[in-house]
């Protein structure tokens, strides 16, 4: 398998960072320094050569140094799946006659979009505004899961992005009055492909994601998780043909247009499919456990996920962890850099007390963070 490795990495005018590079040897890089001073802001750096609008969601344009012209710019030298290769992504200085528009580049030739990152490298994060997942609303906890899927699937997020446009376009079709029946058959039609596409990609993986968290069982220090979608669609796939759940689909959105056309939006679909996730030592759903426990599951979540991408896509997935040390307890961070260091992942890690990385000393880098540098720590 190979790993995914970034040996340098140079922001340009990216959040607090006007010009900053490090170089890096190690498969464990601590970011270490005072909330604020700028770790996430390089995580999220790195994000963007995944597919997306990276670990914060971002806009283009909010991530852009207040104190230079509107442009940014991410480059990083990378060790992946096709060898040693240069990533560039970032946007010119906005212009009030054009819309904003991100480039990409692999060894300065442009590419189509973040997607083609893909063929080289995998990406997994685990950030602090995770830690509400369980409790949180069910478009979060698909959100996420989808992020687990495009670590397999880099096309996947461009999928559901066209289902929600197809959505969008016949819901607007719907709020007239005398909406013509061929435009709508023809949206539908659209949707439902789209919908079958983007169903079926969440349920291999939840089916993959579970039999691997069945195995790695008590073998680990964090505890596992059952898992299961609640969305039809991604249920009926794993037994039914897909040109059968497309018919299906395409009949209920059909059936149901005036219905939908009262409530403004499309009430069924896997727009709005749900991941379930029962806390396994004690088998309550994840929401029922504590704080802690919920930590650690989704600790143990991305871990397993980690192993999953390796496995399927022969690309070892880099991981970036945000200020994960935080809330573990001595024996639990010990688990956790041992099991890190199995994965044969580089993995960059945030926090603020620099003795909580005092054992990566041997096994990896610290950087120290302050005021838009990044430094190695003596």
């Given at each position: 398998?190979?790993?995914?490795?970034?040996?340098?990495l140079?922001?340009?005018?990216?959040?607090?960072?006007?010009?900053?590079?490090?170089?890096v040897q190690?498969?464990?890089?601590?970011?270490?320094?005072?909330?604020?001073?700028?770790?996430?802001?390089?995580?999220?750096?790195?994000?963007?050569?995944?597919?997306?609008?990276?670990?914060?969601?971002?806009?283009?344009?909010?991530v852009?140094?207040?104190?230079?012209?509107?442009?940014?710019?991410?480059?990083?030298?990378?060790?992946?799946?096709?060898g040693?290769?240069?990533?560039?992504?970032?946007?010119?200085?906005?212009?009030?006659?054009?819309?904003?528009?991100r480039r990409?580049?692999?060894?300065?030739?442009p590419?189509?979009?973040?997607?083609?990152?893909?063929?080289?490298?995998?990406?997994?994060?685990?950030?602090?505004?995770?830690?509400?997942?369980?409790?949180g609303?069910?478009?979060?906890?698909?959100?996420?899961?989808?992020?687990l899927?495009?670590a397999?699937?880099?096309?996947?997020?461009?999928?559901?992005?066209?289902?929600e446009?197809?959505?969008?376009?016949?819901?607007?079709?719907?709020?007239?009055?005398n909406?013509?029946?061929?435009?709508?058959?023809?949206?539908?039609?659209?949707t439902?492909?789209?919908?079958?596409?983007?169903?079926?990609?969440?349920?291999?993986?939840?089916?993959?994601?579970?039999?691997?968290?069945?195995?790695r069982?008590?073998?680990?220090?964090?505890?596992?998780?059952?898992?299961?979608?609640?969305?039809?669609?991604?249920?009926?796939?794993?037994?039914?043909?897909?040109?059968?759940v497309?018919?299906?689909?395409?009949?209920?959105?059909?059936?149901?247009?005036?219905?939908?056309?009262?409530?403004?939006?499309?009430?069924?679909g896997?727009?709005?499919?749900?991941?379930?996730?029962i806390?396994?030592?004690?088998?309550?759903?994840?929401?029922?456990?504590?704080?802690?426990?919920?930590k650690?599951?989704?600790?143990?979540?991305?871990?397993a996920?980690?192993?999953?991408?390796?496995?399927?896509?022969?690309?070892?997935?880099?991981?970036?962890?945000?200020?994960?040390?935080?809330?573990?307890?001595?024996g639990?961070?010990?688990?956790?850099?041992?099991?890190?260091?199995?994965?044969?992942?580089?993995?960059?890690l945030?926090?603020?007390?620099?003795?909580?990385?005092?054992?990566?000393?041997e096994?990896?880098?610290?950087?120290d963070?302050?005021?838009?540098?990044?430094?190695?720590?003596?």
């Amino acid at each position: 398998m190979t790993p995914s490795r970034i040996n340098r990495l140079a922001l340009t005018h990216f959040r607090s960072y006007r010009a900053a590079s490090v170089s890096v040897q190690a498969d464990m890089v601590a970011l270490v320094g005072a909330n604020g001073a700028g770790k996430t802001n390089c995580l999220e750096a790195i994000s963007f050569f995944a597919p997306g609008r990276g670990l914060r969601r971002a806009t283009l344009e909010d991530v852009a140094d207040n104190q230079g012209d509107g442009s940014w710019a991410v480059s990083a030298e990378v060790e992946g799946a096709l060898g040693l290769t240069t990533f560039g992504t970032g946007i010119e200085p906005p212009r009030s006659d054009a819309s904003t528009i991100r480039r990409c580049r692999i060894d300065r030739e442009p590419v189509g979009s973040a997607a083609a990152f893909g063929d080289h490298i995998r990406m997994v994060w685990l950030t602090p505004a995770m830690d509400g997942l369980f409790m949180g609303a069910a478009s979060e906890r698909r959100r996420f899961f989808d992020r687990l899927v495009l670590a397999i699937d880099s096309e996947h997020s461009s999928r559901v992005s066209a289902l929600e446009r197809s959505l969008r376009s016949r819901n607007r079709l719907l709020e007239v009055r005398n909406f013509d029946d061929h435009w709508c058959d023809a949206i539908e039609r659209e949707t439902a492909e789209l919908a079958v596409a983007v169903a079926a990609s969440r349920g291999q993986t939840a089916l993959k994601l579970a039999a691997m968290l069945r195995q790695r069982g008590a073998a680990s220090a964090f505890p596992s998780a059952e898992i299961a979608l609640d969305g039809w669609m991604e249920n009926a796939l794993l037994t039914e043909p897909a040109l059968a759940v497309e018919d299906r689909y395409r009949a209920m959105l059909r059936d149901n247009r005036a219905r939908d056309a009262a409530a403004g939006r499309t009430l069924d679909g896997p727009h709005l499919t749900d991941l379930h996730v029962i806390y396994a030592p004690k088998n309550m759903p994840a929401r029922d456990a504590s704080t802690g426990e919920q930590k650690a599951l989704l600790i143990g979540l991305i871990l397993a996920h980690a192993t999953l991408v390796a496995e399927t896509t022969g690309i070892v997935p880099m991981l970036l962890l945000d200020e994960i040390v935080a809330h573990l307890d001595p024996g639990r961070r010990t688990a956790l850099f041992a099991e890190l260091g199995t994965l044969g992942a580089q993995v960059w890690l945030t926090g603020a007390d620099p003795a909580a990385f005092a054992e990566l000393r041997e096994l990896g880098e610290i950087f120290d963070v302050e005021a838009g540098r990044i430094s190695a720590r003596r």
